[in-house]
């Protein structure tokens, strides 16, 4: 299978309205380049500096999103053109973030990552510790962010009973958060949820974004 079949056959499982971010993370440009031909312009990366070499020696209409988690010392590298962050896990990263976009004379758009599996191991907020943030308000005077919507990730597991249920906790908590705090924010409107395993359940369960890596471009090293 190349990498244009994969791709055609990813697209053509998603609805209209549900985006396809190609996660590009540890393949070389080739891999990126084909998937380009073949009209892909979103990818996603998790690392800030495998980001900027890319950014730099690949054409300049691709849509970049960083998806990993990103450390407050590696921001600047990718803030000038990044077109949104996926996993905002604090508030203190939201502030970094505003602070590299206000030199870079931008905003940049962000989501908040919810931890909605049972693992320990995947980064976010708990919904508690968002509502607390969202509830303090200080995020309203950040002028160089952009909260667009949620991101989140399932547990690794074969039983899709319960990744539906995590992937319909976030779009819940969506739906909470959008009515009391961006109701009249437009922008307010991203759900990224789904990846290789679980794309299908993740639309399902109103996924506005996917993040499909492996189902494309093959297994990482
Ligand atoms: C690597 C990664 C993906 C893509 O995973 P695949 O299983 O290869 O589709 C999606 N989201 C995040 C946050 C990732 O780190």
Redesign the pocket.
Known sequence: MSITTNLQEVLSDLPQGVRL?A?S?FHPNEAIEEAYQAGQRIF?E?RAQELKAKHETLPDDIEWHF??TLQSNKIKYIIPYVALI??IDSFRLLIEVDKQASKAGRKVNCLLQLHIAQEETKFGFNFDECREMLAKGDWKLLQHIEICGL?G?ASYTDDEKQIEAEFCSLNNFFQEVKKQYFASQTSFREI?MG???D?HLAIAAGSTMV???????G??N
């Open positions: 971010v996660i993370k996603g998790s998806i990993g996926h996993g991101m990730m990224s990846m290789s395993h794309y993040r499909v890596g492996s189902k494309i471009f297994e990482r």
